[in-house]
């Protein structure tokens, strides 16, 4: 199981950003998926989540600007972002649900996610 992130960079201020993350070794139709992200001094927090169906579900904070979808047919998940604000500045990383040895989890809407991609730093500038 791989999960390889990238699109990161830096933008300004209301601009956006399109974070991709090509999963090799799973279909990402087997699993709910979710994209994290952690800032600078703060702890890992959930930003988006696709179930196995489709479904989706977001954190207030980025509710109407980021929009995460899924090619199946590529196997890479997607992490739109729009009118990006200077507090979206952070790592951000894909995650797939389970439990794996040896690996950090962190819970979103109750789901356990273990599985990580490397990350991908965005910075926002004011």
């Known amino acids: 199981v791989q999960l390889q992130a990238s699109g990161g960079g830096l933008v300004q201020a209301g601009g956006s950003l399109r974070l991709s993350c090509a999963a090799s070794g799973f279909s990402l139709d087997d699993f709910a998926l979710a994209w994290f992200r952690q800032a600078p001094g703060k702890e890992r927090q959930g930003v988006s989540l696709?179930?196995?169906?489709?479904?989706?579900l977001y954190a207030d904070s980025v509710k109407g600007r980021f929009t995460i979808s899924r090619d199946s047919a590529e196997n890479t998940l997607y992490l739109q972002m729009n009118s990006l604000k200077p507090d979206d500045t952070a790592v951000y990383y894909c995650?797939?649900?389970?439990?794996?040895?040896?690996?950090?989890?962190?819970?979103?809407?109750?789901?356990?996610?273990?599985?990580w991609g490397q990350g991908t730093l965005v910075t926002v500038s004011s």
């Open positions: 696709m179930s196995r169906g489709g479904s989706t």
């Open positions: 995650a797939r649900e389970g439990a794996r040895a040896n690996s950090v989890s962190s819970y979103f809407r109750g789901r356990r996610f273990g599985y």
